[in-house]
């Protein structure tokens, strides 16, 4: 009984083996494919010219992010900038927003709107 016990041993053993091989080739395939995909360079996106188009915000909205005309881009990173300073995601729920004093005109008086919501709001802001 003992040679079949130093049998079974070294099967798990060879077996061992067998399994580092194939890691091993696995991971020569892979490094192999990445060689043989020519690197293509990425084209430099240009922005919509309807995002960079600077809006006018009303008074609700210019009292958040100020009163100059600005891209609808430059709007939503000064009110996200507000957002953040008077912390007022949910700690909870990140993707909700707690409106304050200032934010409830530009949320239609919601005390609490949903991020996705708050850029639809934020257009019927903006001449």
Known sequence: MAAKKGGKKAAKKGGAKKGGAK???KGGAKKSAAKKAPAKKAAKRTPNAAFM???QPDAALGAVVGANPMPRTEITKKLWGYIKRNNLQDAKERRMIN????????FGGKGKVSMFEMTKLVNKHLK
């Open 23 to 25: 890691k091993a080739a």
């Open 53 to 55: 188009k600077p809006m």
């Open 99 to 106: 409106a304050d004093d200032k934010l409830k005109p530009v």
